[in-house]
Nanobody
């Protein structure tokens, strides 16, 4: 059965960097848009970044622009989220998700989710 497995989260200090990875099984990874989402304490889930199937198109929510970078390696069925200059407001569970479309920025188009990885940023 297809799976998405996130890794790379953990506790860090403000200003630090983390690189999240999401390893996907299944045949459809290379033809699917991928996304990173997060849910902070007491907050709803929000989109962080998305990347199209070949990586040509990326989208970032305003709060992470210039600090986070999404990328993918289709040969390794892996998508990454490089997070720099982390702040306590970035504290959340980060989820990787796969879309049934090749290009999208809409959360509703992502139908397959990982279990999440916790990122905790202390000041």
């Amino acid at each position: 059965q297809a799976q998405l497995i996130e890794s790379g989260g953990g506790p860090v200090q403000a200003g630090d960097s983390l690189r999240l990875s999401c390893s996907a099984s299944g045949r459809s990874f290379s033809s699917s848009a991928m996304g990173w989402f997060r849910q902070g304490p007491g907050k709803g889930r929000e989109i962080v970044a998305t990347i199209s199937w070949r990586g040509r198109h990326t989208y970032y929510t305003d709060s992470v622009k210039g600090r986070f970078t999404i990328s993918r390696d289709n040969a390794k069925n892996t998508v990454f989220l490089q997070m720099n200059s982390l702040t306590p407001e970035d504290t959340a569970v980060y989820y990787c998700a796969r879309s049934f479309l090749g290009t999208t920025t809409r959360e509703a188009d992502f139908g397959f989710w990982g279990q999440g990885t916790q990122v905790t940023v202390s000041s």
